[in-house]
Every structure is written in structure tokens, then in C-alpha cells.
């Protein structure tokens, strides 16, 4: 079943009043009908079961038949800090990390990074982004769509995070001495931990030496080179089985 994300004022006590292009979606897409049920998420992150009880063109009514109450927080507030890869790869890693929980993406413009986005177009960029991410939450009955942040230029992402609580973690394929694997097993989760992954052709040395210079933890994923889009979503799985509900019955934590 899956979960579809409200308009701010569209609960009103026990009723829903679906507006929009989810109308379109639930009413046509999905065919639904008269007595179906659907989880719904309104503006404050409150779930409810509701039952359809009229499908018209412009508008779908529904009762509320069960309230599910915020989706539990997740154990670790996990921040993607991307550099900006080709469409579609973009594309793929933000629905790829919203699946597997990201709470927070940051689009990074690196030495390295080959897609020049016009400031003028920008806007439109990051409005398509949030789109994919949205969708990604609705289609993995994820209850919260993860935020995702204008594009930020390497340097002033250290200097901004400088401070940030949690673990921060860069994927590097030369580093020699610390694995992934290292990070995790030292005690419980962090509360908060960024992952920040390279462009196409990889971080270039200063950047790695900045990061380093900024506390940020360098590891290798392994001996193999993956691409971009293969090591961001790699290594949040990992990340998200050690720390998070990933492989786990449903409600379980990591122990
Ligand atoms: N520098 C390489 C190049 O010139 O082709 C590879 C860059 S790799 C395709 C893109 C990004 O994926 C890297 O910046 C890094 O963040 C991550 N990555 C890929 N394989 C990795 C590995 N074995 N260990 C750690 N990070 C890796």
C-alpha cells in the first residue's frame, strides 16, 4: 500500500479532502475506488489510515479509520553529501538514498564535477530533485520526505559543517588505511553521520586533504572502483544495517 504525502490544511477532524495532481495519481493511475484504504501523511508527519469515501475528478474524500501516529525517527539522522553527478545517475541516487532512509541531501559542486548547472536553471534543478525524493519517500512508505538542500560549492559545505554533530564519513578509493567496516564497529550508533561521496573522476587531492583538515573520516570501500551511483546507495546500506533497521524485521533496531 502505498503512502501518499497531503497538502498542509487537507485533515480536517475524522475527514481527508485530496486536491491536486494526487488526485490524477490515486484516482486514475492507481484506479482507486470507494471503500479503498491509502496511508496518508499531512503536513506535520502524522500518518493515518483513511477509507475512501468519494473519487471525483477534482477532489477525493476520505474518513479516517485508524491514526498511525509520526514515523518512528530513525536511529541515525543520515545526511547524503553528494557531488553532482550526470542525469540520470543524479537521478537514481536520490531516489536509490531516500529508499534507504537519507534524511538530508546536499548537492556538492567539487573540483571534479563535470555538470555545470546554470544559476538560472538551478532552480528548476533542485524543484525536480525534491520531486524524485518525494516520490521516493511516497513509493517506500516512508513518512518523512528527505530535505534536500541548493547545491553547495566543496569548500563552503567544510566550512558550514565544520561544527555539525555526528560522524562524517568520505568515500575515497585511495585510501589505504581505513575501511568502512573500521568506522562502524567502534560502540553505538551517532546520533547524526554525513556520508559524503565524490563526482565521476573522484574527489582531487586538496579536497581530500581539506576534509581531512575538517575532521572528516576518509575510507575505502573495498578494492573494487565503483561508480558514483553504485558507491553512495553501497555504502548507506551498510551504514543503515549496522546502525539502522536495514535487515531487520520490521519496528526492530539495531543492537
Ligand atoms: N577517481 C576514480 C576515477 O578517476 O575514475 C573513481 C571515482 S569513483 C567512480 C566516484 C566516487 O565513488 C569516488 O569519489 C568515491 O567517493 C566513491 N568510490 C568508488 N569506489 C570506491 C572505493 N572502492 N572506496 C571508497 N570510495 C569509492
Known sequence: MSLFFLAPDAVRGDTVTITGPLVRHIGGALRSHVGDQLTVVDGDGERYLVELTAVD?????????????PEPASAVHLTLALAVLKTPNMDVVLQKATELGVDRFVPLITQRTVVRLKHERE???????????????????????PRVDAPTRFPDYLAESRHADGTRILLWEDESTMGLHDCLSAGDPPRGATLLVGPEGG???DEIRAARAAGI??????DAILRAE??????????????????????QRAT
Not at 475528478?57 to 501516529?69: K, N, Q, S, Y
Not at 573520516?217 to 573495498?222: D, E, I, K, R, Y
Open 123 to 145: 532552480p528548476r534543478q533542485l524543484a525536480r530533485w525534491r520531486a524524485i525524493a518525494l516520490e521516493a519517500a511516497q513509493q517506500s512508505e516512508r513518512g518523512r520526505v
Open 57 to 69: 475528478p477534482l477532489a477525493i474524500h476520505a474518513v479516517i479509520r485508524r491514526r498511525l501516529g
Open 217 to 222: 573520516v576518509t575510507v575505502s570501500l573495498g
Open 230 to 251: 553504485t558507491a553512495a546507495p553501497t555504502a548507506l546500506a551498510i551504514l543503515q544495517y549496522a546502525w539502522g533497521g536495514l535487515g531487520r524485521r520490521s519496528g
Open 203 to 205: 574527489f582531487d587531492a
